[in-house]
């Protein structure tokens, strides 16, 4: 399993850090690189390895299993399938980015929270623990976290990712990571278990561990786009992100032609 290879850091082509960046209040930078190639995972919202357990959310994207993993769901909505190959480039990719990045272990930052980042590669070497606040990621990324070069997990409550553009944000994760009542983005490759609770996550969650979910929505990555959840909720588009669709009799959306939230009667088109 990935969680416990050892992982060799490659320091050739690094760019010079000066001595007085080491000391300021953002996470070391590591020479900026590509967006990680997930192949066949790109196309999960969700990959478990150990277990899948789900309830009361929604996956907005297909959910991958190995032929292995154990699996409950409890009201939940969403589509699981067998996805060995799929699992398997995702390991792939863990391995890779641990191995290409370049992060030292000089930097001991443990929170994000208040930070504007710009595209590039970002090292924390223990765990990041964030509670409350906002992260804000400017411009079109890649932007690539690497949590725990050390060793260490992710811990995000009551914590905001923002950012225009979710899919192109990766965070490697040598540990668990744990969400709660957050609203984060981006692609979790973790290296142990995924646990989401009142959380919704623009993005994707692979976990080489086990993935939990408890009354939360994730919109996984489409064509480089986040997904949205079809509803049945009337007009506009509610917190959770959901899309009504074209249910007017004359294909129109519920947006397109106004209406009150929550009122199930269709706006015909004019």
Known sequence: MARGLKFLRLTAGLAVIPFAALFSATPALAAITNAPN????????????????????????????????????????MQVQYAPSAYGDFLTAYGNIANSLGCTSDNTYSTLAGLTLGPGTYCVSAAATMTGGTLTLIGGGPWIFEIGTTGGALTAT????????????????????????????????????????????????????????????????????????????????????????????????NDENGGTPGNPGRQGAK
């Open 38 to 77: 997930l192949g066949a995972a790109a196309n999960f919202a969700v990959l478990a390895g150990t277990a899948l357990t789900c309830t009361d959310s929604n996956v907005a994207g297909t959910v991958g299993v190995d032929f292995t993993t154990a699996f409950a769901s409890t009201r939940c909505k």
């Open 158 to 253: 009551n914590f905001t990712v923002s950012s225009d553009n979710p899919c192109n944000a990766y965070w490697w994760v040598q540990a668990d990571t744990t969400l709660t009542t957050s609203a984060f983005q981006g692609t979790i490759l973790g290296g142990g278990a995924i646990t989401m609770t009142g959380t919704s996550l623009a993005g994707r969650a692979l976990a080489t561990g086990a993935v939990t979910m408890t009354g939360s929505n994730v919109f996984g990555c489409s064509g480089g786009t986040v997904a949205k959840q079809h509803c049945n909720q009337g007009v506009g588009n509610g917190p959770e992100g959901c899309d009504p669709g074209n249910s007017n009799n004359k294909n129109s959306s």
